[in-house]
């Protein structure tokens, strides 16, 4: 039977009815500062922590619990003689249940505050208390989070106790919280990029329905520490979102943030390619040639925007199949015609992504890279014949969309939008005559996102009519690449960048 409950808590939801079912029930709470005159101003009988401690609070608040009368209560074993005896020598009561949420390290380190501000808010007592009630979970009831206020109700009201399963299950969530709280500060206070252990602070969003394959289960977190465009989406219409979903939203949303903020960028994409992307004079035009560049594989995508959706590119996006579309924001009449297409998913976003690093998980292991920011080293004209103005600004924008295109990549573009996209080849000539069939244009440029190993890529662009090209270079053949374009009137730029993504 329950007799005595600790109570400190930072969010008070919840909390009054938790308190009164307890009240009701004859359990002593115990509780701190602001939890102790919430409570008192809300009818709850409560005892100040410093009548059990008969200690005042000191050094603004960091020590109030951290005291035998606590954690003796706290740890205490029920079967065990010597346990029992010393706390009963030592006059210090048992406690049942102890209910603590945490200070809000994990919101507050992701604002814009003073170092030793972030520091004050993390917390130390509620820890102590949490993890010392975990480990006597058989003894103590404890409860980190407030979504578990019902069951524990439902189970006391039910038997007069909480079975020993949930009580296991109620300590285990105690320590995935604090593994994830500990690695949120560890992060904040580590200056090395690459810490000796890897933590990472991720909450569950939701279950999804499934993975890739419908055989697979899968779930999405969000960030905790990390203010990026994926935790900060807003969903308008449509389906409950999938596990691919995301992960296509995510790589089409951070190929129209590569661009200028003034320019206007709609990007086409389908199993985690983009299929057509272009630079517009508004969201229409930019919509109506990404989507040239491929009709057939946008069909079923993703398409995402840079700048607000109107009625008229709503309409036309309306006109086909489409899994998600994202912008920062649409207008309320495109909005309305969007909703129309009862699955469709329509997303805002006004986050541009800011991910440090990205992951990889191998068996057994994790690979943990900086996130490919850099653009070029330095645009550097290696042939006789340079690149005019506008087959640079051409062979920029081929060179943003390469980034994001499987390896081997090669993009050919004209006039600010893709014409042919090839990538995923185990073979970089397979890719370029891939995305050349595509293409088919006199005076596009070629971009790829890495060194040509043999001069075959260039004669192929030549049979293309293509005007210039821009790769990383550093292979041992370079000077047959060059030899070639300078053969067949082509100009080439070297980045001294490649962006593979495997």
Known sequence: MLKRALISVFYKDGVLEM?????????????????????????????????????????????????????????????NKEHMETIKEKEITPIDLVIVNLYPFFDKVKEDLEFQEKVEFIDIGGPTMLRAAAKNFQDVIVISDKDDYKEVMAQIEETGDVSFNFRKKLAGKVFNLMSAYDGAIANFLLED???????????????????????????????????????????LNGKELSYNNIKDMDIAWKVVNEFKEEDTVCCGLKHNTPCGVALGENVY??????????????????????????????????????????????????????????????????????????????????????????????????????????????LEFAMKVVKYVKSNAIVVAKDGKTLGIGGGQVNRIWAAEEALERANTEGAVVASDAFFPFGDVVEACAKHKVASIIQPGGSIRDNESIENCDKFGISMIFTGLRHFKH
């Open 193 to 235: 990029e690459y810490n000796e252990y890897y933590n990472i602070s991720y909450k569950k969003v939701m279950s999804l329905r499934y993975g890739e394959n419908s055989h697979q289960s899968a779930a999405y977190y969000s960030s905790l520490t990390e203010d990026g465009a994926m935790n900060n989406i807003e969903q």
């Open 19 to 79: 308190a009164k079912f307890l009240q009701d029930r004859g359990v002593e709470i115990v509780s701190t500062g602001g939890t102790y005159k919430h409570l008192k101003e809300n009818g709850i009988k409560v005892i100040d922590v410093t009548e059990v401690t008969n200690f005042p609070e000191m050094l603004d608040g960091r020590v109030k619990t951290l005291n035998p009368y606590i954690h003796g209560g706290i740890l205490a074993i029920r079967d």
């Open 285 to 394: 035009d930019a919509y109506i040639k990404a989507y040239e560049c491929d009709p057939v594989s946008i069909f079923g995508g993703i398409v995402a925007f840079n700048k607000k959706v109107d009625k008229a590119t709503a309409e036309k996006l309306a006109e086909i199949f489409l899994e998600i579309v994202i912008a920062p924001e649409f207008d309320s009449d495109a909005l309305e015609v969007l909703k129309t297409k009862k699955n469709l998913r329509v997303i805002r976003c006004n986050h541009a992504p800011k991910e440090k690093h990205e992951f990889v998980k191998v068996d057994g292991g994790l690979l943990v890279q900086q996130s490919d920011k850099e653009f070029v080293n330095e645009m550097k004209t290696v042939t006789k014949k340079a690149p005019s103005e506008k087959e640079i600004r051409d």
